[in-house]
């Protein structure tokens, strides 16, 4: 019995590493935090920022696990979702950057000055999408 | 010592040192045409032209040279541009230094900086239309909003939203665009952010990724010009 509990602590464990070192790779390759510590010039913050997201992991994972209740006012919602919602946006520019989507499309097509204005459909079409999604297709 | 092997020692000094002399002379010679016929030249990373434009060595560097000659070496012409160059043309360091050192008799021309130019030819300015480009702007318009439609539905936003609205009011909500409404229009502000690049008002002065990306691709480009654009006098077996 007590073998058997050690062992499933251990995968636990093993799993949660797995999937922790995952993560913060994947933030890695993004670069959303160099991005945001050049912002704001706060480079000096690096380790403060590592907590933050290392805290967010556990405070999430807490969450989905307990499922508590903390009773707070709906209107908490809103910052709340702005800040995931930046957060989100911040992964997708990321990847579309990656992919380098824009570089070769502006070359191939010969415009330069307006990659701005092709970039703004880029971003209203998220926003379009992504309300879209809440306000029409998942009520009906 | 034997006073022969004493003359002998003597001349033999002299000698030596008459040689000496005569080096030194050289050597100085050497140097003041050295700094006479000096040419320093540095080429262009990459240049526009017209097409059936003569390129002379002046568009194709910068050059430093005895104020005598600098003029002549200036309006050399390197290359003229013809229907067959098509976009690009390379051209590297050692054809400009051959024009230069034809008309510069014993001309030492030093190059520093790149070795080759980009010639890029640019036929008539591409004006894109606004039809296309309104479909092109479609295109990302509704690829954008369905990709993150498809984002959603693959990490089951809607029912994480759900729970997360749960957790925090204590009320259950179907449709919890409290929480919604926010995050897309964050969406949105996140990846302006990211970029920052937006119409033309910058949050700081540093280059966006966006911009280094593209200068990136631009360098890769450039490269591959290079490597493969044959020149005039290119060893074309490789």
Redesign the interface.
Known sequence: MTVKIVFVMFLGLAAGFAVGSGFVAFLAVLGIIPRLMQLSKTMKMVIAYEWAVILGTIAGGMGSLWNPSLMLPPWIMIPIGAACGIFVGMMAAALTEVLNVFPILTKRIGIDEKIVILMTAFVLGKIAGSLFQWLYFDSG | MHPDAIQLLDNMKKTRESILFIKDEEIHVREVNNLENTVYLRMYHKIQVYPHETVYVKDLAQVIADEKYCHKILNLPVYKISEKDRNFVVIDVMKVINKISRTVNGAEVQAIGPVQSIVEVIYKK?R?SVG??IL???L??????????Y??EDVSM?AAQQ?????????DDK??????????????????????????KR??E?PS??EV??FN??QD?DQYVIMNEKDEGAKKNS
Do not use: D
């Open positions: 591409k894109v296309f480009f092109i702007w479609m990302l318009f509704l690829g954008a909003a369905l990709t993150i439609i984002f959603h809607g729970r997360i609205y749960k957790m925090i009011t204590g009320k449709h919890p665009l409290l929480f919604q409404i926010p995050y897309s229009i964050g969406l949105g502000a996140g990846m302006i952010l990211f970029f920052n690049h937006f119409f033309r949050i700081n540093e990724p966006m990306e593209m691709y631009q480009l």
